[in-house]
Structures are given as C-alpha cells and as structure tokens.
C-alpha cells in the first residue's frame, strides 16, 4: 500500500466511481505518495499544523496509471524515494482513509495505533 496525504474537503468531494486529482497532477504530472515509514516528511514540510488532513490507503494494484518510485520533489539530498503516481486516482483504489491529525505541537507522525493493509 502507499499513502497520499489529503485535506478532508478534496477526499469528500469526490463522487463514487470518480477520480481524485491533485494540482501536482497537472503541475508536475503526478500525484505525490509515501509510505508508511515516510509520510510524516511531507507531512511535516507541507502541512504542518493542519488539522483537516487523512491518509489515503491506496492500493497500486487498483491505479490505471503508471506509479514510479523516484527522488523527492523537490529533491534533496539523503532523502528517500517516494512513489509518484502518474495519473488521477480512481476512488475504488482507495481502500481506506484515516484521520490523520498533528501532535500537539503541530508536527506529524504516523499514529502506532494506525492499522495500514
């Protein structure tokens, strides 16, 4: 499973059998992922302090588009590779969303208590 961060807003306006696309889509040509062990870097470079946020749990068996595993974007040196996923979301690829609320000062990490597939 890989991870995509998601205001609560986006994840609720999609219509069942529809797809969900970022600005990053069009801006860069894929959808940013993690994974669980990373999520919390994006987390807490783009989003820190933002209490309307969930993890979607997508599948990448279930996406129609290519995902590459590749540099961060912006790249920077000793981070790892996240996965990019080359074309919208179908919503029936997201097989979970999670709340996925800061700690009390703001910052992010994967709650232990989050059961991924």
Do not use: K, Q
């Not at 894929?30 to 933002?50: D, M, Q």
């Not at 961060?72 to 040196?77: G, R």
């Amino acid at each position: 499973m890989i991870l995509h961060i998601c205001p609560r807003g986006e994840w609720a306006a999609v219509p069942a059998g529809g797809e969900y696309r970022t600005a990053s889509l069009d801006d860069a040509g894929f959808i940013h992922c993690s994974e669980r062990g990373t999520v919390h870097l994006p987390a807490n470079r783009l989003y820190a302090g933002r209490t309307d946020l969930l993890l979607l749990e997508v599948d990448p068996a279930l996406v129609d588009a290519e995902v590459r595993w590749e540099p961060a974007d912006p790249p920077a040196p000793g981070m790892p590779w996240f996965p990019h996923v080359y074309g919208p979301l179908p919503r029936a690829a997201v097989v979970a969303a999670h709340p996925f609320p800061p700690d009390t000062d703001g910052s992010f990490r994967l709650p232990e208590a989050l059961a991924l597939g």
